[in-house]
Protein backbone atom coordinates (compact mmCIF):
# COMPACT_ATOMS: atom_id res chain seq x y z
CA UNK A 1 0.00 0.00 0.00
CA UNK A 2 1.40 3.26 -0.91
CA UNK A 3 1.31 6.55 1.44
CA UNK A 4 -1.29 7.81 -0.80
CA UNK A 5 -3.33 4.70 -1.01
CA UNK A 6 -2.47 4.66 3.09
CA UNK A 7 -4.27 8.12 3.78
CA UNK A 8 -7.10 7.62 1.43
CA UNK A 9 -7.62 4.62 3.57
CA UNK A 10 -7.79 6.68 6.71
CA UNK A 11 -9.63 9.23 5.79
CA UNK A 12 -12.27 6.69 4.59
CA UNK A 13 -12.07 4.97 7.89
CA UNK A 14 -12.63 8.65 9.59
CA UNK A 15 -15.68 9.02 7.45
CA UNK A 16 -17.01 6.07 8.45
CA UNK A 17 -16.51 6.64 12.21
CA UNK A 18 -18.41 9.63 12.20
CA UNK A 19 -21.47 7.95 10.95
CA UNK A 20 -21.78 5.69 14.21
CA UNK A 21 -24.86 6.25 16.52
CA UNK A 22 -23.05 4.44 19.49
CA UNK A 23 -20.17 4.69 21.19
CA UNK A 24 -19.94 1.89 23.16
CA UNK A 25 -18.16 0.38 26.07
CA UNK A 26 -15.57 -2.27 25.21
CA UNK A 27 -16.67 -5.83 25.98
CA UNK A 28 -13.83 -6.89 28.11
CA UNK A 29 -14.44 -4.06 30.53
CA UNK A 30 -18.96 -5.44 30.23
CA UNK A 31 -17.83 -8.75 31.14
CA UNK A 32 -15.24 -7.35 33.95
CA UNK A 33 -18.42 -5.78 35.30
CA UNK A 34 -20.80 -8.34 35.29
CA UNK A 35 -18.07 -11.01 37.04
CA UNK A 36 -17.86 -8.29 39.48
CA UNK A 37 -21.27 -7.63 40.29
CA UNK A 38 -21.92 -11.58 40.78
CA UNK A 39 -18.99 -11.94 42.84
CA UNK A 40 -20.10 -8.88 44.97
CA UNK A 41 -23.29 -10.46 45.48
CA UNK A 42 -21.53 -14.06 46.11
CA UNK A 43 -18.64 -13.59 47.26
CA UNK A 44 -17.81 -17.82 47.41
CA UNK A 45 -14.40 -18.01 44.75
CA UNK A 46 -11.40 -15.94 44.51
CA UNK A 47 -8.36 -15.82 43.15
CA UNK A 48 -5.42 -18.15 44.66
CA UNK A 49 -3.24 -15.55 45.29
CA UNK A 50 -5.82 -13.09 46.80
CA UNK A 51 -3.86 -12.14 49.99
CA UNK A 52 -5.96 -9.02 50.78
CA UNK A 53 -8.61 -8.49 53.12
CA UNK A 54 -12.24 -8.29 51.52
CA UNK A 55 -13.40 -5.08 50.57
CA UNK A 56 -15.65 -3.53 53.00
CA UNK A 57 -18.87 -3.68 51.64
CA UNK A 58 -19.99 -0.51 51.16
CA UNK A 59 -16.73 0.74 49.25
CA UNK A 60 -16.81 -1.95 47.00
CA UNK A 61 -20.70 -1.05 46.01
CA UNK A 62 -19.40 2.13 45.33
CA UNK A 63 -16.63 1.07 42.88
CA UNK A 64 -19.16 -0.88 41.21
CA UNK A 65 -21.50 2.08 41.03
CA UNK A 66 -18.37 4.20 39.58
CA UNK A 67 -17.26 1.00 36.65
CA UNK A 68 -21.08 1.55 35.50
CA UNK A 69 -21.01 4.86 35.21
CA UNK A 70 -18.24 5.07 33.59
CA UNK A 71 -19.67 2.38 31.34
CA UNK A 72 -22.73 4.48 30.56
CA UNK A 73 -20.84 7.78 29.50
CA UNK A 74 -20.33 6.91 26.03
CA UNK A 75 -24.35 6.20 26.07
CA UNK A 76 -25.26 9.64 27.71
CA UNK A 77 -26.61 11.15 24.44
CA UNK A 78 -29.14 8.04 24.42
CA UNK A 79 -30.37 8.07 28.31
CA UNK A 80 -33.71 8.94 28.78
CA UNK A 81 -32.39 10.27 32.49
CA UNK A 82 -29.58 11.78 33.63
CA UNK A 83 -26.81 9.28 34.69
CA UNK A 84 -26.68 9.56 37.96
CA UNK A 85 -30.84 8.99 37.89
CA UNK A 86 -30.04 5.99 35.81
CA UNK A 87 -27.43 4.57 38.33
CA UNK A 88 -30.06 5.24 40.70
CA UNK A 89 -32.74 3.40 39.63
CA UNK A 90 -30.39 0.45 38.65
CA UNK A 91 -28.74 -0.31 42.37
CA UNK A 92 -32.45 0.31 43.59
CA UNK A 93 -33.50 -3.27 41.76
CA UNK A 94 -29.99 -4.80 42.80
CA UNK A 95 -31.69 -6.22 46.55
CA UNK A 96 -34.66 -7.70 44.38
CA UNK A 97 -32.04 -9.10 41.71
CA UNK A 98 -30.42 -10.97 44.48
CA UNK A 99 -33.34 -12.29 46.11
CA UNK A 100 -34.53 -13.68 42.71
CA UNK A 101 -30.97 -15.29 42.63
CA UNK A 102 -30.87 -16.85 45.64
CA UNK A 103 -34.07 -18.70 44.30
CA UNK A 104 -32.53 -19.68 40.79
CA UNK A 105 -29.33 -21.09 42.60
CA UNK A 106 -31.97 -23.06 45.61
CA UNK A 107 -34.05 -24.08 42.23
CA UNK A 108 -31.36 -25.47 40.74
CA UNK A 109 -29.77 -26.98 43.82
CA UNK A 110 -32.84 -28.96 44.99
CA UNK A 111 -33.51 -29.73 41.35
CA UNK A 112 -31.05 -31.50 40.02
CA UNK A 113 -29.43 -34.73 41.37
CA UNK A 114 -25.81 -33.93 40.50
CA UNK A 115 -25.96 -30.82 42.43
CA UNK A 116 -23.94 -31.24 45.86
CA UNK A 117 -24.72 -27.34 47.36
CA UNK A 118 -25.65 -24.27 46.42
CA UNK A 119 -22.13 -22.89 46.23
CA UNK A 120 -21.41 -25.44 43.77
CA UNK A 121 -24.20 -23.76 41.57
CA UNK A 122 -23.44 -20.43 42.18
CA UNK A 123 -19.45 -20.73 41.53
CA UNK A 124 -19.81 -23.15 38.73
CA UNK A 125 -22.95 -23.88 36.92
CA UNK A 126 -23.49 -22.21 33.24
CA UNK A 127 -26.60 -22.01 33.85
CA UNK A 128 -26.76 -19.98 36.84
CA UNK A 129 -24.36 -17.34 35.66
CA UNK A 130 -26.23 -16.75 32.51
CA UNK A 131 -29.58 -16.46 34.69
CA UNK A 132 -27.65 -14.25 37.45
CA UNK A 133 -26.21 -11.95 34.05
CA UNK A 134 -29.92 -11.88 32.22
CA UNK A 135 -31.49 -10.44 35.58
CA UNK A 136 -28.76 -7.38 35.67
CA UNK A 137 -29.41 -7.17 32.04
CA UNK A 138 -32.86 -6.71 32.00
CA UNK A 139 -32.90 -4.26 34.38
CA UNK A 140 -30.92 -2.16 31.99
CA UNK A 141 -33.31 -3.28 29.34
CA UNK A 142 -36.35 -1.99 31.19
CA UNK A 143 -34.65 1.51 31.41
CA UNK A 144 -34.22 1.82 27.72
CA UNK A 145 -30.31 1.43 27.82
CA UNK A 146 -29.42 0.87 24.84
CA UNK A 147 -27.26 -1.66 23.63
CA UNK A 148 -24.98 -1.99 26.62
CA UNK A 149 -27.91 -4.81 27.84
CA UNK A 150 -27.07 -6.70 25.37
CA UNK A 151 -23.43 -6.39 25.35
CA UNK A 152 -23.46 -8.12 28.89
CA UNK A 153 -25.61 -11.44 27.67
CA UNK A 154 -23.63 -11.70 24.77
CA UNK A 155 -20.91 -11.69 27.40
CA UNK A 156 -22.35 -14.53 29.11
CA UNK A 157 -23.23 -16.52 26.30
CA UNK A 158 -19.94 -16.56 25.28
CA UNK A 159 -18.76 -18.06 28.46
CA UNK A 160 -21.98 -20.35 29.11
CA UNK A 161 -23.52 -21.29 25.44
CA UNK A 162 -26.90 -20.12 26.39
CA UNK A 163 -28.45 -17.25 24.55
CA UNK A 164 -31.10 -15.16 26.87
CA UNK A 165 -32.03 -11.80 25.24
CA UNK A 166 -32.42 -9.10 28.01
CA UNK A 167 -35.90 -7.57 26.98
CA UNK A 168 -37.26 -11.47 28.00
CA UNK A 169 -39.13 -12.17 30.56
CA UNK A 170 -38.45 -14.66 33.10
CA UNK A 171 -39.89 -15.50 36.64
CA UNK A 172 -38.43 -16.80 39.65
CA UNK A 173 -36.88 -20.05 40.41
CA UNK A 174 -35.84 -20.83 36.82
CA UNK A 175 -33.34 -23.57 36.14
CA UNK A 176 -31.37 -24.24 32.99
CA UNK A 177 -29.41 -27.86 33.28
CA UNK A 178 -26.62 -28.22 31.29
CA UNK A 179 -27.18 -25.47 29.02
CA UNK A 180 -24.96 -25.40 26.04
CA UNK A 181 -27.06 -24.38 22.81
CA UNK A 182 -30.41 -22.82 24.81
CA UNK A 183 -31.50 -19.79 23.16
CA UNK A 184 -34.49 -17.25 24.69
CA UNK A 185 -35.81 -15.07 22.26
CA UNK A 186 -36.78 -11.12 23.35
CA UNK A 187 -40.20 -11.47 23.42
CA UNK A 188 -40.41 -14.87 25.65
CA UNK A 189 -42.22 -14.45 28.37
CA UNK A 190 -41.23 -17.56 31.02
CA UNK A 191 -43.18 -18.34 34.27
CA UNK A 192 -42.51 -19.12 37.74
CA UNK A 193 -40.55 -22.70 38.45
CA UNK A 194 -39.58 -23.71 34.65
CA UNK A 195 -36.98 -25.69 34.17
CA UNK A 196 -35.05 -25.76 30.78
CA UNK A 197 -32.43 -28.28 29.20
CA UNK A 198 -29.78 -27.83 26.65
CA UNK A 199 -30.41 -27.42 23.05
CA UNK A 200 -34.15 -25.93 23.92
CA UNK A 201 -34.71 -23.25 21.30
CA UNK A 202 -37.59 -20.68 22.31
CA UNK A 203 -37.84 -18.62 18.97
CA UNK A 204 -39.77 -16.77 15.99
CA UNK A 205 -41.63 -18.81 13.45
CA UNK A 206 -40.66 -15.88 11.13
CA UNK A 207 -37.12 -13.12 11.08
CA UNK A 208 -38.91 -10.60 9.36
CA UNK A 209 -37.39 -7.04 10.48
CA UNK A 210 -41.16 -5.86 10.10
CA UNK A 211 -42.31 -7.77 12.82
CA UNK A 212 -39.73 -5.98 15.22
CA UNK A 213 -42.29 -4.19 17.58
CA UNK A 214 -44.52 -7.48 18.07
CA UNK A 215 -44.40 -10.61 20.18
CA UNK A 216 -42.86 -13.08 18.01
CA UNK A 217 -41.84 -15.36 20.63
CA UNK A 218 -43.96 -17.84 22.62
CA UNK A 219 -45.30 -17.74 26.41
CA UNK A 220 -44.11 -20.25 29.08
CA UNK A 221 -46.14 -20.93 31.95
CA UNK A 222 -45.70 -21.90 35.88
CA UNK A 223 -44.07 -24.86 36.36
CA UNK A 224 -43.45 -25.99 32.71
CA UNK A 225 -40.25 -28.30 31.81
CA UNK A 226 -38.61 -28.38 28.45
CA UNK A 227 -36.45 -31.08 27.96
CA UNK A 228 -33.13 -31.33 25.42
CA UNK A 229 -33.32 -29.81 21.74
CA UNK A 230 -36.87 -29.22 21.92
CA UNK A 231 -37.99 -26.28 19.77
CA UNK A 232 -40.91 -23.50 20.52
CA UNK A 233 -41.73 -20.87 18.03
CA UNK A 234 -44.38 -18.50 17.56
CA UNK A 235 -45.69 -15.07 19.55
CA UNK A 236 -48.78 -16.79 20.17
CA UNK A 237 -47.93 -20.29 21.54
CA UNK A 238 -48.46 -20.85 24.91
CA UNK A 239 -47.24 -23.86 26.70
CA UNK A 240 -49.87 -24.62 29.73
CA UNK A 241 -48.77 -24.75 33.02
CA UNK A 242 -47.41 -27.90 34.65
CA UNK A 243 -46.88 -29.48 30.98
CA UNK A 244 -43.77 -31.21 30.23
CA UNK A 245 -42.55 -30.83 26.51
CA UNK A 246 -40.44 -33.84 25.62
CA UNK A 247 -36.91 -33.90 23.62
CA UNK A 248 -36.30 -33.22 20.24
CA UNK A 249 -40.30 -32.21 20.16
CA UNK A 250 -41.17 -29.27 17.61
CA UNK A 251 -44.11 -26.90 18.38
CA UNK A 252 -45.81 -24.34 16.93
CA UNK A 253 -48.96 -24.41 18.67
CA UNK A 254 -50.62 -23.45 22.08
CA UNK A 255 -51.07 -26.92 24.08
CA UNK A 256 -53.07 -26.71 27.26
CA UNK A 257 -51.71 -27.05 30.91
CA UNK A 258 -51.31 -30.47 32.09
CA UNK A 259 -49.99 -31.62 28.92
CA UNK A 260 -47.69 -33.97 28.06
CA UNK A 261 -46.06 -33.46 24.65
CA UNK A 262 -43.55 -35.89 23.04
CA UNK A 263 -41.60 -36.43 19.46
CA UNK A 264 -42.37 -39.72 18.69
CA UNK A 265 -39.46 -41.72 16.41
CA UNK A 266 -38.41 -45.22 15.98
CA UNK A 267 -35.20 -46.62 16.65
CA UNK A 268 -34.70 -50.14 15.56
CA UNK A 269 -32.07 -52.74 16.49
CA UNK A 270 -31.21 -55.80 14.59
CA UNK A 271 -28.96 -58.48 14.87
CA UNK A 272 -26.70 -58.83 11.82
CA UNK A 273 -26.05 -62.34 10.44
CA UNK A 274 -22.81 -63.69 11.65
CA UNK A 275 -20.41 -64.92 9.31
CA UNK A 276 -19.04 -68.36 9.84
CA UNK A 277 -14.93 -67.82 10.29
CA UNK A 278 -13.26 -69.61 7.84
CA UNK A 279 -9.36 -70.32 6.76
CA UNK A 280 -10.33 -68.14 3.70
CA UNK A 281 -11.28 -65.01 5.20
CA UNK A 282 -8.52 -65.57 8.11
Known amino acids: MTAQQQEAFFERLNEQNQTFRYKLPSRQESGKFIQQLINFLFPISQDCQHNEKAKDLREAYSSLRDKLGCMLDPLLPELTDSKEDTLDQIFANIPEIYDLLLQDAKAITDNDP ?137 IVKSVPPYSLVYHQSKVEVRQQPVQPVTEASL
Open 114 to 250: ASVSVEEVIALYPGFMAIATYRIAHILAELKIPLLPRMLTEFAHSQTGIDIHPNAVIGHSFFIDHGTGVVIGETTHIGNNVKLYQGVTLGATHVSKSLASRKRHPTIEDNVVVYANATILGGETVIGKDSIIGGNAW
